[in-house]
């Protein structure tokens, strides 16, 4: 009796099928009136912009950095100086890690586009991010094992809900295909907010705040990592990862950022 209450199975099938088509439909639908009633704003300028959340405007002011550049460091020259001539910064204070690479020096439209990733929710941001980043790092990635984005705290992920870096590491494991590894590096303490502290102060208070532990040092171990941030300004937060990364016997530790904070325009040496 109840086999003879039930539909056949091809009109259940046919009926479900209906039914997610039509919810799809509903959705785009709705979509599509919502962007036609409150367009995409450009970032920076708040005009309406189709796609990438930057206007053609806003995008020729993003200063995106190319060759000459320092290859410790990935700091722009002004001029070329030549092969593997490094700047004054690499010499005096030599990092941990091996290389540095940024998409765009850290002006206004890029601080805008890292704050509206970070603390404004605006996910939609980190594919072009992303994208921007892949082609800076290109000669890293092409030697790269795995992508390590720099961790939060877990009560500042809690609160955040999103960690920004592993955002944009995401789309940069889609675009190249390098392995994204995003628990190997732990923020083992909470830190302070790197805003306003001097350089060395930035460097005293991330010490000793990040740690391989022993369910990642397998993912790390004698690979060639790329370390994952927003923006580079005084190193301090990449250095102390990239020494954690090393001391879990990582092979080499590269940077990528999206940004990075220029000081005029050091001569290199």
């Known amino acids: 009796m109840d086999a003879e209450a039930s539909p056949p199975r091809s009109l259940s099938t046919h009926l479900r099928s209906a039914l997610t088509a039509c919810r799809r439909a509903c959705s785009h639908t709705a979509k599509l009136a919502l962007d036609i ?23 020729t002011r993003l200063s995106f950095i190319a060759p000459p550049y320092c290859p410790r460091l990935g700091i722009p020259f002004v ?44 996910t939609d941001l980190a594919p072009a991010m ?18 390590v984005p720099v961790p939060l705290h877990w009560r500042r992920a809690w609160r955040r809900r999103y960690n920004q870096s592993g955002a944009l590491a995401r789309v940069i494991e889609r675009q190249t295909g390098v392995k994204l590894v995003p628990d190997a590096l732990k923020r083992i303490r909470p830190t302070q907010q790197q805003i306003g502290l001097s350089r060395p102060q930035r460097a005293s208070n991330v010490q000793g705040a990040f ?28 250095d102390a990862c990239a020494r954690a990364l090393l001391r879990a016997k990582a092979a080499t ?17």
């Open 211 to 238: 740690k391989v532990e022993a369910a990642g040092q397998a993912l790390i171990a004698g690979r060639r990592v790329i370390l994952i941030d927003d923006v580079l300004t005084s190193g301090a937060t990449v």
């Open 130 to 147: 992303g994208r921007w980043m892949a082609r800076a790092g290109n000669e890293l990635l092409d030697e790269a094992d795995v992508l």
């Open 253 to 269: 530790v590269d940077v990528l950022v999206f940004a990075r904070v220029v000081d005029g325009h050091k001569a290199p040496i």
């Open 79 to 122: 001029y070329d100086p030549g092969p593997e001539m490094l700047s004054m910064e690499a010499i005096a204070n030599p990092p941990a890690y091996a290389r540095a690479r940024a998409a765009v020096r850290y002006d206004d439209v890029a601080r805008t586009l890292v704050h509206a990733l970070k603390y404004q929710d605006r």
């Open 37 to 59: 009633a409150l367009p995409t704003l450009c970032v920076s300028c708040r005009e309406p912009v189709d796609g990438e959340g930057v206007c053609a405007e806003c995008w």
